[in-house]
């Protein structure tokens, strides 16, 4: 049987040695779908970014590879322009919340993730949808539980979609806690947003209540269903059998 492979083996643990890793997985004809779905042309909300055509698990595996990638190191990929490196610290980071045991590390964690989240690094809805659910958990955690409620006001006031995005897909931790105020709360605020990222996003969340608590879900509706977009609308009720489905779409 091999052996485990040991830490000492890992790559050197610097931005240029995962650059590198990323690199040598580049494909150009990957990387012009990707640059199409992610919405990166001229006056899209993700305007140049590049792409190096790498899949997630590719992303996924490289970052895997780099646990102990230092503060700074972490710092000079997300400032990076490429996708799949910013991709690949996102990742990276919330693993690191994952496996923090104590709170003064896990607060360390999140306000490096929360600095790159406010000086727009992740910048796109992949990015978000990664480590939000996961970094929400601070918004728990913490001690002055005033902190997530501010914080998630101030995100979804915010003229940046993905701070908005982020606003409720932080919620989605509450909801597996079993916690659904926040997630009604912001999206009961982002309810006249414009941009169809926050429909979809607002919806799946509260898809995510309803199948946790459907009646929770059904008073939501009922008070808000005037004013929800219609993706957003058929998002939270994806999981309603047709008869329910066909109902809430035409009342």
């Known amino acids: 049987m091999a052996k485990p492979q040991a830490k000492f083996d890992l790559p050197l643990q610097t931005a240029e040695s995962l650059k590198a890793a990323v690199a040598e997985l580049a494909n150009p004809n990957h990387a012009q779908p990707l640059q199409r779905f992610f919405k990166t042309g001229p006056g899209q909300y993700a305007e140049g970014d590049i792409f190096l055509g790498l899949t997630v698990p590719q992303s996924r595996a490289i970052a895997k590879l780099y646990p102990d990638l230092p503060e700074r190191e972490l710092q000079t990929l997300f400032e990076s322009p490429i996708h799949e490196h910013r991709f690949a610290a996102t990742v990276i980071l919330t693993e690191r919340y994952q496996k923090a045991k104590d709170e003064l590390t896990k607060a360390a964690i999140f306000d490096q993730y929360l600095n790159a989240l406010y000086e727009g690094h992740i910048n796109n809805w992949d990015l978000v949808d990664v480590s939000a ?95 929800m977009p219609r993706t957003e609308l058929r998002y939270a009720i994806e999981k309603f059998d047709e008869h329910e489905r066909q109902r809430w779409l035409k009342a």
Do not use: Y
């Open 133 to 227: 659910p996961t970094m929400g958990n601070f918004l728990i955690e913490v001690e002055d539980q005033t902190f997530g409620t501010r914080l998630l006001d101030e995100l979804a006031a915010s003229e940046i979609l993905w701070r908005r995005r982020a606003s409720v897909i932080f919620t989605f931790a509450h909801i597996r806690a079993g916690i659904f105020e926040p997630t009604l709360h912001i999206s009961r605020t982002l309810l006249g947003d414009k941009h169809d990222l926050i429909h979809k996003a607002c919806g799946w969340m509260l898809r995510e209540v309803g199948k946790r608590d459907v009646e929770v879900l059904r008073a939501f509706l009922n008070e808000n269903r005037a004013m």
